[in-house]
């Protein structure tokens, strides 16, 4: 079951968000392993790749805040399609979470549309313990 102040963080999030350009809202939200939440929305730029993921803002604000594991994300849009993680940010979520982290996939209002693993959003992945010998 998501965490109801996870997905709450989420929602407030992407009120934040700042999406001119692709008028795509989203928010996503972390708890760290001391059970600390961390919120972040997309952030566009008007030279285009230069924006932001909600989730890398979540990342940034769990690593300022000193957490270093991620045990359950949410993300928060609207839409007929869901609102997964897009490749990078799989990847960013991969370097703090483990195949079992739990990923909650939520409508604008917060309610789970689908929760997956990182494992089945990125199967056979390449993480930190890869580089150790
Ligand atoms: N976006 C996110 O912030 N997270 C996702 O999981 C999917 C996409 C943003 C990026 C861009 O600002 C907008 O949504 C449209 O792609």
Redesign the pocket.
Known sequence: MADGSLIAAAVAARGK?Y?P??R???G?AVKDEAGAVHSG????NAAYPQ??????GAIAAMVLAGGRRIMEAV?V?AGEGL????GG?RQKLREFGSADLAIHVCDETGRVRKSFTLGELLPASFGPENLSS
Not at 41 to 44: A, F, L, P
Not at 51 to 56: K, M, V
Not at 83 to 86: E, I, L, S
């Open positions: 968000a999406a350009y692709s795509f809202l989203v996503a929305c997309n952030v566009e924006g932001t993921c909600a989730e890398a993300v849009g609102v997964t993680p897009c940010c």
